[in-house]
């Protein structure tokens, strides 16, 4: 891949700005995340130079590593845990991480209440704290994390609402949804993944319109343009921004 990260970061904008003209949107709906998992700090640092303060993770302990010295330098970086998340990780990524987008049970919600409620009450500096969430929803491959039922996505709403109102604050955030399209060369498959997501944010922000489930994460670099064309509000740019990973 040719070009600096502030030219690709220019490419990728002006590739949303037509995406978006093309589907009568305005591109300053849509969010830009850059995706510096594999990443060095030197190139995050670069790149929110060229003007980026929302990146993603996939993973805690590369998180943990790179991002709090970024953030006490950044203030405005807005970090969101986009891979999956185990129980036993939690309690390290909440003080890094504004939004966990890779909710996707239950269980992990109840282990996200937990230990945010615990931060509150253990650190004077975050006796106010709260965290957004999105849901994943499993709409691509079979080894894709994510909801499968919808009774078990609506569980964990209920679940949070009731956290909420019981300590009369918002602990947790619903934001809105999240997903991943199949990786295929087929645009109908890709689009149908994108679609789903659209349909069911639509379907669940009419049964609770206490919430604001605005926010439709979908589309990586392969795939961002068409996500723009179903609706997404963030996109998820990893390789078109930093190139291809350089370490594991």
């Keep these: 891949m040719t070009g600096t990260i502030s030219e690709r970061i220019e490419k990728v904008q002006e590739n949303i700005e037509n995406a978006a003209v093309k589907c009568g949107r305005n591109s ?27 990146f993603g993770e996939n993973r805690v302990q590369e998180a943990g590593e790179k991002f709090p010295k970024l953030i006490e330098t950044h203030p405005d970086i807005n970090l969101h845990l986009i891979g999956s998340l185990q129980r036993n990780k939690v309690k390290q990524i909440l003080p890094i991480a504004k939004c ?27 006796k106010n704290y709260s965290i957004e ?35 009369n604050s918002n602990l947790i955030i619903p934001k809105g949804f999240m997903t991943m ?29 206490m919430l604001d489930l605005a926010e439709l994460s979908m589309g990586m670099s392969a795939d961002y343009q068409i996500a723009i064309e179903e609706g997404s509000t963030l996109v998820r740019v990893g390789t078109a921004i930093f190139g291809e990973r350089i370490y594991k």
């Design 28 to 54: 300053s709906e849509i969010k830009l995340m850059a995706v510096s998992k594999f990443h060095s700090a030197e190139e995050i640092e670069q790149s929110y130079e060229c003007g980026l303060k929302l």
């Design 181 to 209: 399209a199949p990786f295929t060369q087929d645009e109908k498959l890709i689009h149908s993944s994108f679609e789903k997501l659209r349909n069911l944010r639509d379907k669940i922000q009419a049964q609770y319109k």
């Design 100 to 126: 966990i987008q890779s909710l996707d049970r239950l269980e992990l919600a109840q282990e996200i209440a937990k230990r945010a409620d615990n931060l509150r009450n253990e650190s004077e500096s975050f």
């Design 133 to 167: 969430v999105l849901f994943e929803i499993h709409t691509g491959e079979e080894s894709k994390s994510g909801f499968l039922d919808e009774t078990e996505l609506l569980k964990t709403i209920d679940f949070i609402l009731e956290t909420n109102q019981r300590l």
